[in-house]
């Protein structure tokens, strides 16, 4: 019993040593950049010369008009043909009988 209290303890101090702890990081205060005095205004630049115009290009000329083409003569009308006989009306069929009680069922979709 005496070994087992004596190896509990170096047990427990061997792992609270061998606990890692974390880093302290200190950052430097940010250094802020003041701007000095406007200097001098510097001296305006001299302008420009300016460039020469082009010419204008020639007109170009206009193209002869066409010849209108010839007519074509017009073909004479056909004559209308005769009109058929009428057929005979046939005969009227008898009266149908009602359906009855039948139910149709259209499906929804």
Do not use: E, H
Request: net charge neutral; hydrophobic share 35%; proline share 6%.
């Amino acid at each position: 019993m005496k070994y087992s209290i004596v190896f509990s303890a170096a047990l427990v101090a061997l792992s609270l040593s061998a606990c890692d702890r974390a880093p302290v990081v200190v950052t430097p205060p940010a250094v802020i950049a003041v701007p000095g005095p406007a200097g001098p205004a510097g001296a305006t630049g001299d302008t420009g010369s300016t460039g020469a115009t082009g010419s204008s290009g020639a007109t170009g000329y206009t193209g002869a008009t066409g010849d209108t083409g010839a007519k074509g003569a017009s073909g004479a009308t056909g004559y209308t043909g005769a009109t058929g006989d009428t057929g005979a009306t046939g005969d009227k069929g008898a009266k149908g009988n009602t359906g009855g009680d039948t139910v149709v069922i259209v499906p929804a979709r």
